[in-house]
């Protein structure tokens, strides 16, 4: 078959160049001209929550109890009187919620023993109010913040303020003897964790500032202790920044400040009188008693954390 216009033979022509993009792939791409093949994204790490000490993560809490306290001492401080007579602020009961609640950090088995130990701290201050002929309640459990036991009526001089503050860590230092005799028994970790922190609590409460047992002990010796000892305290939440302390610079300022105030009236010179054979008592207890918290805390120094007790 010839064209129609040139009569040439369709044999003779050159093979027709394939449109561009309908001929086929070449086998090799260069990579530059490579079609990178989708890549499947690597899984994220799973997320792990920012662990803070327990003192951080409860410290809002506590800042906040602490403004409320400020804001309406008096009140609470009359509601807290009235706590120990309703049903469901009894001391057993209290004393669960706190064990509960200290076992969330630690072993359910150091939460009761430290609870334990806070009883037996806090039966020494209401024995030796009952000896003094002073009413008071029956011990009542704050978790986190220890326990309280509440005075009906005041002492009736700072001598015997200074028996009833001292009484706790005293009962609390012989309490102590009891895991320390476990330890030493059976090696257990976990009585050497408990006497350690009994120790710790019965020395920490015996700092000489409001309202601490210390502090109601120093007024038996000179008002002007726990004055200092208020300052000393303010310079610690300074260096070791602590919910706690700033708690009882809240509190202890209250009282402080109220008695210094009123340290020239004549019913805070009867109060403050106090006969020399007393103050020598108090202060060979109280350092007595510290020197011998410290060397309990240095025989059971262990060093693991709490919760692996």
């Given at each position: 078959?010839?064209?129609m ?64 306290i ?40 150091f ?20 000896r ?39 009962l ?5 003897l ?6 030493l ?6 009585f ?76 805070s ?13 108090v202060?060979?207890?109280?350092i007595?008693?510290?020197?011998l ?17």
């Amino acid at each position: 078959m010839k064209d129609m216009d040139s009569g040439s033979n369709f044999a003779d022509r050159p093979p027709l160049t394939p449109a561009y993009g309908t001929e086929a792939p070449p086998a090799y791409l260069p990579p530059q001209y490579a079609t990178p093949e989708p890549q499947t994204p690597e899984p994220y790490p799973p997320l792990e929550p920012d662990r803070k000490p327990f003192w951080k993560r409860a410290g809002g809490a506590l800042v906040a109890l602490a403004i409320l306290i400020f804001s309406y001492g008096a009140k609470l401080k009359g509601l807290l009187l009235l706590l120990p007579k309703l049903k469901i602020f009894t001391t057993s009961a209290s004393a669960l919620v706190s064990v509960a609640a200290y076992a969330l950090i630690f072993t359910w088995k150091f939460a009761i023993g430290f609870v334990l130990l806070l009883f037996v701290h806090e039966m020494g201050h209401v024995l030796q109010l009952r000896r003094e002929g002073i009413k008071a309640t029956a011990p009542l459990f704050i978790p986190f913040l220890g326990a309280v036991v509440g005075m009906k009526e005041l002492p009736k001089d700072a001598a015997a303020e200074a028996r009833v503050g001292l009484a706790g860590p005293i009962l609390g230092t012989v309490g102590c003897l009891v895991p320390l005799g476990l330890w030493l028994a059976t090696g257990e970790q976990l009585f050497q964790a408990l006497a350690y922190t009994g120790f710790f609590l019965n020395l920490f409460n015996l700092a000489p500032v409001l309202p601490l047992d210390g502090g109601r002990a120093m007024a038996a010796l000179s008002p002007w202790i726990a004055i200092v000892g208020f300052a000393g305290i303010i310079v610690m939440a300074f260096v070791f920044p602590n919910p706690i302390l700033l708690l009882i610079i809240l509190l202890g300022g209250f009282e402080t400040y109220r008695r210094f105030k009123a340290r020239k009236t004549e019913e805070s010179k009867r109060y403050n009188e106090v006969r020399p054979r007393d103050r020598l008592i108090v202060a060979a207890v109280f350092i007595g008693l510290s020197a011998l918290l410290i060397v309990g805390m240095d025989l059971t120094y262990l060093e693991r954390e709490l919760s692996d007790a």
